[in-house]
């Protein structure tokens, strides 16, 4: 690869490829009658959710009220969920607060976060839209059961400041029909209290070709397709061409034979494995592997000769694109191998 002239380590996000993973998944979805609701936290940067909007989706997704925040502060983004329990009355007044800016929506799966959501929105001029979120199968938040998510769907109704709006899940990785099944008996057993279930938000990179595979959802949450990564390389989900995000690292050390030292550890990186055995894939040296990671540095290993010297760059695929994307205060915008200039992601660390 030709050299690019940039101090290390860096992250590059090409252009080129971002662009086109969001075109091909925005098309898909249009082929099924799914609306798409790209979740931010993946690449942190307002031009992107405006591609993202441009191209046909709905709106956002946002974890945190800080990361809401920060995206709306640039302007052109219309529609936000945030897809987390927000808990405690500083949060709500800026919940409040962001409401009289853009079309909001938000999820709880219990009645303290909606108690507190209704406290807030009691005087409001306009009710705040609630998702009950379900576990149906992942094991993160989420109510247990479809029968407690109809009891938590008719205490939103009943209490001040609250509309009911749907349910919302992050679904576990290749489990589409019991996902289908748990939401389909949720719904029907609200609809039969009289309630409108208007939307059913799913989502998830991993199974994002397979999405019309579950017709009840109204609306499909995804991030990494974005930039895609390691892990969904391993999964089949998409090819090394089609990774945006890559990091550049350049070797500082070559102490034997059959390892080398590069300028990125965890602090890059990341020591996120998601199940694979080493810390990202070097681009077109299939034979390396990234085998240990300190704060600082990276180290490669290679059981034949690692044929790397002092000064050489690698570009790197990591495996969790998200994690990396939050590391530095900047990534480095790039089409194929052209740097075009160096951006803020303005909302890295706002995890409130």
């Not at 057993?189 to 999405?211: H, R, Y």
């Amino acid at each position: 690869m030709k050299k690019i002239a940039l101090d290390t380590p860096a992250i590059l996000v090409d252009l080129d490829v971002v662009e086109a993973n969001i075109a091909k998944f925005q098309n898909y979805c249009d082929s099924h009658g799914l609306k798409v609701r790209p979740h931010i936290k993946t690449h942190k940067l307002p031009r992107l959710a405006h591609y993202q909007i441009k191209q046909g989706a709905i709106g956002i997704t946002c974890q945190k009220i800080s990361e809401a925040e920060t995206m709306i502060s640039q302007g052109g983004i219309e529609d936000v969920l945030i897809t987390y329990n927000i808990l405690g009355e500083a949060k709500t007044k800026r919940l409040r607060a962001l409401s009289e800016k853009v079309r909001l929506s938000v999820v709880a799966d219990n009645a303290t976060v909606i108690e507190g959501l209704s406290k807030a929105f009691a005087d409001a001029p306009a009710p705040l839209p609630v998702l009950v979120e379900c576990n149906t199968g992942a094991d993160r938040c989420g109510v247990a059961t479809p029968e407690i998510a109809a009891e938590l769907a008719q205490r939103i109704d009943t209490l001040p400041g609250l509309k009911f709006l749907g349910l919302m899940t992050y679904p576990p990785t290749g489990k589409l029909p019991e996902v289908a099944k748990w939401l389909a008996e949720a719904r029907d057993l609200i609809t039969v209290k009289g309630l409108s279930v208007e939307v059913i938000s799913s989502g998830g990179s991993p199974d994002m070709w397979q999405a019309h595979e579950m017709p009840l959802a109204t609306e499909y949450r995804i991030g990494t397709y974005a930039y895609n990564d390691r892990s969904l390389v391993n999964r089949g989900v998409c090819t090394w061409d089609d990774c945006a995000l890559t990091v550049l690292a350049t070797v500082i050390s070559v102490p034997s034979k059959h390892h080398a030292v590069i300028d990125a550890g965890s602090k890059v990186l990341t020591s996120d494995l998601l199940g694979l055995t080493g810390h990202g894939h070097v681009l077109s040296r299939d034979d390396l592997m990234i085998d240990q990671l300190s704060e600082e540095h990276g180290r490669i290993t290679s059981q034949q000769d690692i044929n790397l010297k002092v000064g050489d760059q690698l570009r790197i695929v990591p495996n969790h694109a998200c994690v990396v994307a939050n590391m530095l205060d900047h990534v480095e915008l790039v089409r194929s191998e052209t740097h075009l200039e160096s951006t803020s992601v303005i909302a890295r660390g706002q995890v409130w």
